[in-house]
């Protein structure tokens, strides 16, 4: 499992992701914040996690806070919130010296589904414009492709792979270790920050299959020797 005890603040933690992989983490012995806008919305979700962990041997903790004051105590944020209002928010954000994680997905839906939202004419994405706003952060992608109801149902581990992209190693490894508390198996490195240009919007593919197989799909790497 994973070698190294994070502190992850989960920036957006009271929504459905942030909440089941900050849940995840902690099954695994990671400490967890989740942040919130409102303090106190955020530590009654914690509740709920703690509900869950309760007979969890090795557990880390959770709690709940502001989004800036979970980030003041964490090695390592975690950003789950919906794009609209992202870029405002990742700037108002004290981030500099943290690994930063993004999983988030700039959608948009019509009557034909889910698609991609261009992001910065095409060359660019969520996770590139977190990097853009906090040049002394290392920013990297992971966990776009994960379900939420997956994450806080009952599987011990997950079937599927979470693909880490990113410009640090040591950014990508703290990504490719919190994986396996999600997957039971490190994350994939799936090569450099630009490619979250691809996973971002792989997310509306999920959607419409999840849709059409009534699942929660994710993505299988094959050809790897874990
Ligand atoms: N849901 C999934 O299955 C899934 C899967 C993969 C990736 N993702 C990505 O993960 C991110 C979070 O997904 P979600 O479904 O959990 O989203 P969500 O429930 O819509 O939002 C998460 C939290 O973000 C905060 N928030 C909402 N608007 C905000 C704003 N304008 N500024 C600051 N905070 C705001 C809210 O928390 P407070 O009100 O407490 O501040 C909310 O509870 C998205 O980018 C999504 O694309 C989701």
Redesign the pocket.
Same mark, same amino acid.
Request: with cysteine; hydrophobic share 45%; net charge negative.
């Given at each position: 499992m994973s070698t190294s005890r994070h502190t992850v603040a989960v920036?957006? !933690?009271?929504?459905?992701?942030? /909440?089941?992989l900050g849940y995840r983490f902690a099954r695994h012995g990671h400490d967890i914040v989740l !942040?919130?806008?409102?303090a106190g /919305?955020?530590s009654a979700v914690a509740d709920e996690v703690n509900a869950r962990l309760v007979s969890v041997a090795g557990a880390g903790t959770a709690r709940g806070a502001a989004?800036a004051d979970a980030v003041a105590s964490a090695d390592v944020v975690l950003?789950?919130?919906?794009?609209?209002?992202?870029d405002?928010?990742v700037a108002s954000l004290q981030l500099a010296g943290k690994t930063v994680i993004s999983?988030?997905?700039?959608?948009a839906f019509d009557k034909r589904g889910a698609h991609g939202r261009v992001v910065n004419g095409g060359e660019g994405s969520?996770a590139e414009s977190a990097q853009a706003l906090q040049p002394e952060a290392v920013v990297v992608g992971a966990?776009?492709?994960?379900?939420?109801?997956a994450?806080w149902g009952d599987e011990e581990f997950l079937d599927e792979d979470v693909i880490v992209v990113g410009d640090s190693v040591e950014g990508k490894q703290v990504a490719i270790d919190l994986a396996a508390s999600v997957t039971g198996r490190p994350g994939v490195d799936g090569g450099k920050l630009r490619l979250a240009r691809v996973l971002e919007p792989f997310?509306a593919v999920l959607i419409s299959i999840n849709r059409k197989y009534k699942t929660h799909s994710g993505i299988r790497v094959t050809g790897l020797d874990h």
């Amino acid at each position: 499992m994973s070698t190294s005890r994070h502190t992850v603040a989960v920036i957006g !933690g009271t929504g459905p992701q942030g /909440k089941g992989l900050g849940y995840r983490f902690a099954r695994h012995g990671h400490d967890i914040v989740l !942040g919130s806008r409102a303090a106190g /919305k955020a530590s009654a979700v914690a509740d709920e996690v703690n509900a869950r962990l309760v007979s969890v041997a090795g557990a880390g903790t959770a709690r709940g806070a502001a989004n800036a004051d979970a980030v003041a105590s964490a090695d390592v944020v975690l950003l789950a919130v919906p794009y609209d209002g992202h870029d405002e928010l990742v700037a108002s954000l004290q981030l500099a010296g943290k690994t930063v994680i993004s999983c988030v997905n700039p959608l948009a839906f019509d009557k034909r589904g889910a698609h991609g939202r261009v992001v910065n004419g095409g060359e660019g994405s969520a996770a590139e414009s977190a990097q853009a706003l906090q040049p002394e952060a290392v920013v990297v992608g992971a966990f776009h492709n994960v379900a939420a109801p997956a994450l806080w149902g009952d599987e011990e581990f997950l079937d599927e792979d979470v693909i880490v992209v990113g410009d640090s190693v040591e950014g990508k490894q703290v990504a490719i270790d919190l994986a396996a508390s999600v997957t039971g198996r490190p994350g994939v490195d799936g090569g450099k920050l630009r490619l979250a240009r691809v996973l971002e919007p792989f997310t509306a593919v999920l959607i419409s299959i999840n849709r059409k197989y009534k699942t929660h799909s994710g993505i299988r790497v094959t050809g790897l020797d874990h």
